[in-house]
Each structure stands twice: as structure tokens, then as C-alpha cells.
């Protein structure tokens, strides 16, 4: 659920606005708007979703003043849809009780999922045929609107504690697959400012959610879609990871006129561990390097299992408490659900161990102990300051 609004008067008020903008003042729409929204502060939780279903057909024309709802929802319910689709034919709705998929047309390849719950798709997940749905027919929707739709509700699984460990694996595999990114992510009080630097095949950004400075990560102008989907894999994987070394998710943008997704994450003033080093070289060497460590034992020990795939010095930053964070997942893999029938060399060429870089075609490898040999170097990188001149960088 979004965190609490300041006053919930003012949200009413600004709602309102943003409703009357569009429904003229004294219309019967706008009129029966008012009638349904007043409920809300008071309402039965068995009312909900039927209010909310009124609401959404009232509001199918302005997907984005009825993502405004949300803000009075709250905290009874939250909904979560893709705001660019007009008129608006599916979201999810999520109560303190339940989540669930609300279709509000008659189209049939929507009209299947329509009151699809978090405990449907976990069984669906496992292989079950529940409602005449498969996994398979999860990964057939073409549909963009109930992609975001199908996405969201897989998030609300994995955010869910009572979700089982196989599932977990088999959830995070379907959001690592071209299919959508869940519309929750995206920011919708995010302003893009100037840009900031480059990096690999991405342009950074800053900008501004709330009165908290941020960096926007975009895929280079005229990129191909593999560019693109990297940028969303590596945004569905940063929300998932929570740890004091590993480098905080805000939320995804979106460009519409580019129509690029981008990676928010906090702006920080220290710098990368190499360039706080050079500007503070009084500073302890150990203490960074255990904090790398540590980021990095999070993430072999996760469930499943994460290689990064890049660490160096370049890729931990440290924040305003002087703590390093491991940054940059668009190279990371998880063996556990991988599709691919073998592994790809990737990386940073000095950082790169010996086996990465000698790989038969029909080789196997072993990501996690290549991130420790890029451990190793990281490490004598830090404590000496050392800078090395080749800079190759390798993609799949």
C-alpha cells in the first residue's frame, strides 16, 4: 500500500480537481462520482470492490484520474493498472483480504482472467489447471494492458510472506520475461531533470520523487529491444532485493514519447567506492570491503540464488551514512531459472576470472565463483586504489 497521505482532506480536494477536469461540474457523471467518493471513508470492506468497479466504469475514459483514486483508497485498497491504456479495460485490486484481477469489457482473452485472486495463480504457477488456465496460457497473452495486469499480480505474490519457496522461483522467472513490468513500480511524481553521465549502453539522469534526489537509468537512444529488456529485467529484479549493502529501488519511469523504461534509484553525492576513496584517503579501508562482501553474500544467498556478474569498484557506491551498496544488476543472472542452456561471457574484462573469458562453446560455468574471483580483484582495487586501463565491456 502507498504510505499514508499528509491530509486526507487536501488529497479529496486535489482528486476532485483532477475529476472535474474532465467531467463537467453538475453532469450526472460527475455528480454520481461524488455520490460513489464519499462512500469511501466509511465503507464496509465487503463493499469495496463493487464500489471500486463503479468507480472504474465512471472512470474508464481518464485511466489517469482514476489511478488518483488511489489516494483516497487509501489504506482500504490500492489499484494498479497501466495508465496509458484508454479506455481501461483491466486492473488489480488489492485489499487487506485479497488481490485480484477486475475486467471491465467483454473481450473474451480478458474477460478469462477477470476475478483471477494471488491463491489462483499461485496453484497456476505450480502447474495447476485452475479455471481452464495454464502457465502456459500466462506466457500467451499478448494483450499490453492485462500483461501489466498478469505482472502486478505476480508482484503482489512475491510480496506476499505466506507465498511458497517454489513458487517464489517460478514467479520471478515469469517477471523476468518480456511480458511487462508490474505497474505499481512506476512513479508518477517522478520530474526528469539533466543528465548525468553514461554508463555501458544507458544514460543516466537526475531528477526529483517527492523531496528525495534521484537517478533515472534509460537505455541509449536507438538501442535495440534487447537493450530495453535488460533495463526491465534488471528493474523487476532491483525490486525485489532489500539489504543495507545492496542499492535502494525507488521505482521505474516511463518516456512516452521514447517509450523507454527507466530504473529510479536514489542520487548519491559520494560517488562510486574509488572516487570516495581518492577524495577521502584517511578513510578505513576494511570497513567497504567487508560491506562489499556482505552485499555480495546477500545476493548469492538469495532465494534463488543471484551472480551479479560486474562487481568493481565502479558499481558500489557509498551513501550519506558511508555505507557501500552494490549497484548495477543489468548483467545479473539467476542460474536456478535461467533459460539458457549455457552461460554467456559478460562483465568488465579486468574484472572478468580466467574461465569467463576462456569458455568453450559447450562449457559449463560457475557464476558464483566468478563473482568471487571479481571480488578478489574489487578488493585489491580498494585497498590499493588501483585503476586499470582496459575497460572492454562484454554483453550477450
Not at 534488471?234 to 535502494?248: A, D, K, S
Not at 530504473?263 to 577521502?280: A, I, R, S, W
Not at 569498484?313 to 539467476?334: K, Y
Request: proline letters at 6%; aromatic letters at 8%; a negative charge.
Amino acid at each position: 500500500m502507498d504510505p499514508p497521505v499528509p491530509d486526507a482532506t487536501e488529497a479529496f480536494v486535489k482528486v476532485l480537481l483532477e475529476i472535474r477536469s474532465h467531467l463537467d461540474d453538475g453532469t450526472t457523471s460527475f455528480m454520481l462520482f461524488l455520490e460513489l467518493a464519499k462512500r469511501i471513508p466509511n465503507i464496509d470492506p465487503h463493499h469495496i470492490p463493487q464500489l471500486v468497479i463503479n468507480l472504474a466504469k465512471l472512470l474508464k475514459n481518464l485511466p489517469k484520474a482514476f489511478h488518483q483514486l488511489n489516494k483516497l483508497l487509501y489504506p482500504h485498497a490500492r489499484v494498479d493498472f497501466n495508465v496509458l491504456q484508454k479506455p481501461l479495460t483491466c486492473f488489480v485490486l488489492k485489499t487487506s483480504s485479497a488481490s485480484q484481477i477486475i475486467v471491465l469489457d467483454a473481450h473474451p482473452d480478458r474477460l478469462r482472467f477477470n476475478g483471477l485472486s494471488v491463491a489462483e495463480l499461485q496453484a497456476i504457477l505450480l502447474d495447476s489447471n485452475l479455471r481452464g488456465i495454464q502457465y502456459n496460457d500466462l506466457d500467451a497473452v499478448t494483450d499490453t494492458a492485462l500483461q501489466g495486469c498478469l505482472a502486478q499480480l505476480v508482484q503482489n505474490l512475491l510480496d506476499d510472506s505466506n507465498t511458497l519457496k517454489t513458487c517464489r522461483k517460478k514467479a520471478l522467472a515469469y517477471l523476468r520475461k518480456p511480458l511487462g513490468i508490474p505497474p505499481s513500480l512506476f512513479l508518477h511524481d517522478l520530474i526528469q531533470l539533466d543528465t548525468f553521465d553514461y554508463t555501458g549502453l544507458s544514460d543516466l539522469y537526475t531528477g526529483v520523487v517527492g523531496h528525495q534526489s534521484v537517478i533515472i537509468k534509460k537505455p541509449r537512444v536507438r538501442q535495440d529491444l534487447r537493450d530495453c529488456l535488460k533495463i526491465a529485467r534488471e528493474i523487476v529484479l532491483c525490486r525485489q532485493l532489500r539489504h543495507p549493502n545492496i542499492l535502494p529501488f525507488i521505482g521505474a519511469s516511463f518516456d512516452e514519447q521514447r517509450r523507454l523504461c527507466g530504473l529510479v534509484t536514489p542520487y548519491m553525492q559520494n560517488g562510486n567506492v574509488m572516487k570516495f576513496l581518492e577524495d577521502h584517503p584517511a578513510v578505513d579501508r576494511l570497513t567497504p570491503t567487508w560491506q562489499i562482501m556482505k552485499g555480495l553474500e546477500f545476493l548469492h544467498n538469495f532465494d534463488p540464488p543471484i551472480a551479479h556478474r560486474d562487481i568493481k569498484g565502479a558499481n558500489i557506491l557509498v551513501n550519506d551514512a558511508l555505507v557501500c551498496c552494490l549497484s548495477d544488476f543489468g548483467l545479473s543472472s539467476i542460474p536456478e531459472i535461467s533459460q539458457r542452456s549455457r552461460e554467456r561471457a559478460v562483465g568488465t574484462f579486468s574484472w572478468m576470472a580466467p574461465e569467463v573469458l576462456s569458455l568453450p562453446e559447450d562449457g559449463d560455468l560457475n557464476l558464483f565463483q566468478a563473482d568471487m574471483y571479481s571480488l578478489g580483484i574489487t578488493i585489491f582495487e580498494v585497498r590499493d586504489l588501483l585503476t586499470f586501463e582496459c575497460e572492454a565491456h562484454y554483453q550477450d
